[in-house]
């Protein structure tokens, strides 16, 4: 089956890495174009193209692939190259621009999505993060029929794995995994027209998705993370702390303030205790962890990072910067 390819990011990789392993043809990928990264901010090339070329597969790199918008000449020369490669299907994974529906209905059966959620929780741009926050026992993928809808398309396929205390990090590997083996079952499905479609649950028209009307219809949205949700709240409940310094590992880092000064968190446990004392206020700190009162319970914090530092476990991180019992971390 011939197979056009959209993504950008290590999760998208992962699955052309499995469609191309499956023997497929893939006559083209779309990715986004290369973004300044590193401390030189050079160029660097998405982990999608870069498997491409090594590959020896097509890349094209649009801004934008709306016709009408501001970019026309882009996107139709990515029209020109889709129409060129004349694919069967389109798989999307992770790429981060809106399909218009010239894409949608150029390939005769159409685009698949992998989505890292099960569908309709958690809709959107952090499926993954958003989980962990929320404290969602299972998780999974769905492969879905791509509309011109926010994720809104008709579920093909759907696994779930339990979330137990994994990182975005780590739950981003097995999802970026399970997508790809998924995706080829799929394409093998689709090829024999055995893939089932069910509809999702579908919004009335004017409300949101991030709404309590949609929320009782099974629906929620996953925001985009933002660097500034990363400040630790230690009034909040140690669980809900805990379930964000996993959610934000890799990024953008939970972060603290030790002696005004920025420390990320890496890695947490939670300890159930009575409060003793204020919030933020440090128990105890040694080779076991840095034990904060929070506003129940107690997280013991056993991976921190001081700023432009490594990451360094609690006994390596107190060895070169040292807290005591009755500190207040902000």
């Known amino acids: 089956m011939k197979v056009a390819f959209a993504g950008t990011p290590e999760f998208a990789r992962v699955a052309l890495a499995a469609i191309h392993a499956a023997g497929h043809s893939v006559p083209l990928v ?167 479609a069910t509809p999702q649950p579908q919004l009335p028209p004017g409300v949101r998705p991030d709404s309590l009307e949609a929320q009782a219809l099974g629906i929620s949205y996953a925001h985009k993370i933002e660097k500034q949700e990363a400040a630790v709240n230690w009034s909040q409940d140690a669980d809900v702390i805990a379930r964000r310094v996993r959610a934000f590992n890799p990024f953008p880092g939970a972060t603290a303030l030790l002696r005004g000064e920025p420390i990320k968190l890496w890695q947490a446990q939670l300890e159930s205790a009575e409060p003793t004392a204020p919030a933020g206020t440090v128990l105890s700190a040694d080779a076991q962890g840095v034990r904060v009162q929070c506003g129940r319970g107690v997280l013991c914090v056993t991976e921190l990072q001081r700023a432009g530092g490594k990451r360094l476990s609690a006994q390596d991180f107190l060895r070169g910067c040292p807290i005591t019992a009755g500190e207040v971390l902000g």
């Open 30 to 196: 779309l990715t986004q174009p290369d973004r300044p990264a590193g401390r030189g901010m050079k160029l660097q090339a998405s982990p999608v193209k870069q498997f491409a070329l090594e590959h020896g597969m097509t890349v094209a790199q649009p801004i934008s692939l709306r016709l009408d918008g501001k970019h026309p000449h882009d996107a139709a020369l990515a029209r020109d190259a889709l129409q060129a490669a004349a694919p069967d299907v389109m798989v999307v994974a992770a790429y981060g621009l809106i399909l218009p529906q010239w894409v949608l209905d150029l390939p005769r059966l159409g685009c698949l999505n992998i989505h890292a959620s099960l569908l309709p929780r958690w809709r959107g741009a952090a499926p993954i993060h958003r989980a962990i926050e929320a404290g969602d026992a299972q998780t999974g993928v769905t492969i879905m029929q791509m509309d011109a809808g926010l994720d809104t398309g008709d579920m093909l396929s759907m696994r779930s794995v339990p979330v137990g205390a994994a990182t975005t990090a780590q739950l981003h590997d097995t999802l970026a995994a399970l997508g790809g083996e998924m995706v080829v079952q799929a394409l093998q499905d689709s090829e024999v027209g055995r893939l089932k």
